[in-house]
């Protein structure tokens, strides 16, 4: 099943750091991951594509998509809903 929030990727540079262009729109909130924990940059190339340099050897890529306006909608969310909560013992009590 495809994921249009992640894209995994195995890479290999025996010969020492690589660039690795991923045909994949470059976008705000796109994350990488280098081996599954540490943050690397993830650079927009050639305009509209995402690039991450890897460092020698075998790894694995994970770029991550999240919304730079999902996590501000979530704390939105939260504080709405304790303020209603809140209203609500007000009314009640």
């Known amino acids: 099943m495809p994921s249009y929030d992640r894209v995994e990727l195995d890479v290999d540079a025996p010969g020492g750091p690589a660039f690795v262009v991923v045909s994949q729109l470059w976008y705000p ?6 081996d599954g924990a540490m943050p690397i940059s ?19 890529v994970t770029l991550l998509y999240r919304p730079p306006a999902f ?9 709405f809903v304790l303020a209603w909560l809140g209203w609500a013992v007000w009314e009640t009590g």
């Open 29 to 34: 909130g796109w994350t990488a991951l280098l």
């Open 71 to 79: 996590k501000s909608g979530a704390v939105m969310s939260l504080f």
């Open 42 to 60: 993830n650079y927009r190339t050639n305009a509209i594509l995402q690039g991450i340099s890897v460092p020698r050897g075998h790894h694995k």
